[in-house]
């Protein structure tokens, strides 16, 4: 069966304390893995898609990575506009449709 | 211009009572789609339609009926509410363009008292 795990479930973290969250994942075949970002109140938006191991996507403070069982979002030097839920979700190859299989999230709290 | 928005944003109502979530998108996409996300933030598929036929039915009990007129909305009515059902209801799009991407609103809160 397909499943998404996020580890930690939250994180509170210090303004310019960096760190890392993880999205391991079961899949019958990897089409693509994406990250999403959830502010309270709000719909995820999205942030990366990778699609094979080794793959890295940046963007300002983020930067995620993935290899054949697990993918990692490093937060460099966060602030606290960064606090927020983050969402891992994979795409099975041979899935219809387009149906994402989220995990939990990580919700990141960072403090001034 | 907000790209995938959702009526109403928050749904309070009695147990038994029908009611329905309204969504319309603008970025041109194919497939729309329904997630509920539960108390624990726990996002899980619902419906997906492609070009107006329905893809995806993931064991949801047939008191949830989506509609879709055409392909730039996406309605999902709900008979008999239930306790159960108090979650956010969140709609989502994409194309079919290799990426994937699905794009999501705000979220409908539903509240069954």
């Known amino acids: 069966e397909d499943q998404v795990t996020q580890s930690p479930e939250a994180l509170r973290l210090q303004e310019g304390e960096s760190s890392s969250l993880n999205c391991s994942y079961t899949v019958s075949g990897l089409r693509g893995l994406f990250w999403y970002r959830q502010d309270p109140g709000k719909g995820p938006e999205f942030l990366f898609t990778?699609?094979?191991a080794g793959e890295e996507k940046e963007k300002e403070r983020l930067k995620a990575t993935l290899t054949k069982k697990e993918s990692f979002l490093h937060i460099t030097a966060p602030k606290p506009e960064d606090s927020a839920t983050y969402l891992c979700?994979?795409?099975?190859?041979?899935?219809?449709?387009?149906?994402?299989?989220f995990g939990q999230g990580t919700e990141l709290s960072v403090k001034p | 211009d907000t790209a995938v928005s959702q009526t109403p944003k928050y749904l309070v109502t009695q147990m038994g009572n029908d009611k329905s979530i309204k969504c319309e998108q603008n970025l041109g996409h194919d497939t729309m789609y329904w997630y509920k996300q539960d108390s624990k933030k726990f996002l899980k598929i619902m419906f997906s339609y492609n070009n107006k036929e329905l893809i995806i039915n993931e064991t949801v009990p047939n008191r949830f009926s989506p509609k879709s007129p055409d392909k730039a909305h996406l309605n999902l009515h709900i008979n008999s509410l239930e306790l159960g059902d108090s979650a956010v209801y969140f709609c989502?799009?994409?194309?079919?363009?290799?990426?994937?991407?699905?794009?999501f609103g705000a979220g409908t809160r539903l509240s069954v008292l």
């Open positions: 990778l699609y094979s």
């Open positions: 979700a994979v795409q099975a190859l041979y899935n219809q449709g387009g149906k994402l299989i």
């Open positions: 989502a799009s994409s194309s079919r363009d290799g990426k994937d991407i699905q794009y």
